[in-house]
Nanobody, 121 residues
Framework: QVQLVESGGGLVQGGGSLRLSCTAS????????MGWFRQAPGKEREFVAR??????????YYADSVRGRFTISRDNAKKTVYLQMNSLKSEDTAVYYC????????????WGQGTQVTVSS
């Protein structure tokens, strides 16, 4: 069982930056692929970024809408995944969720409670 707790959300002006954190409890954090998703009011939840887990090279993936502005990273010693968000736009306003995908799983198995990000124009 993995529990995820996000932090770092808040209100920021357009063009500003925020860094979200997601800290996990439980074992074997390094083996989990981690993702960030977001859901804006009235919209479906959408993928933002992903970082692979396991031994070897770590790969990252981004939605087209955030590529070049957002950076996902992880610190396995701290059991934490980060989302550095730069050049924020009003359309980035949403609740941001982190999620963990277990080894061999085809889905994200665990989700955090979400953190609100509001970008003022």
């Amino acid at each position: 069982q993995v529990q995820l707790v996000e932090s770092g959300g808040g209100l920021v002006q357009g063009g500003g930056s925020l860094r979200l954190s997601c800290t996990a409890s439980g074992q074997s954090f390094s083996r989990y692929a981690m993702g960030w998703f977001r859901q804006a009011p009235g919209k479906e939840r959408e993928f933002v970024a992903r970082v692979t887990g396991g031994a070897g090279v770590t790969y990252t993936y981004y939605a087209d809408s955030v590529r070049g502005r957002f950076t996902i990273s992880r610190d396995n010693a701290k059991k934490t995944v980060y989302l550095q968000m730069n050049s924020l736009k009003s359309e980035d306003t949403a609740v941001y969720y982190c999620a963990a995908e277990g080894p061999g799983s085809l889905n994200y198995d665990y989700w955090g409670q979400g953190t609100q990000v509001t970008v003022s124009s």
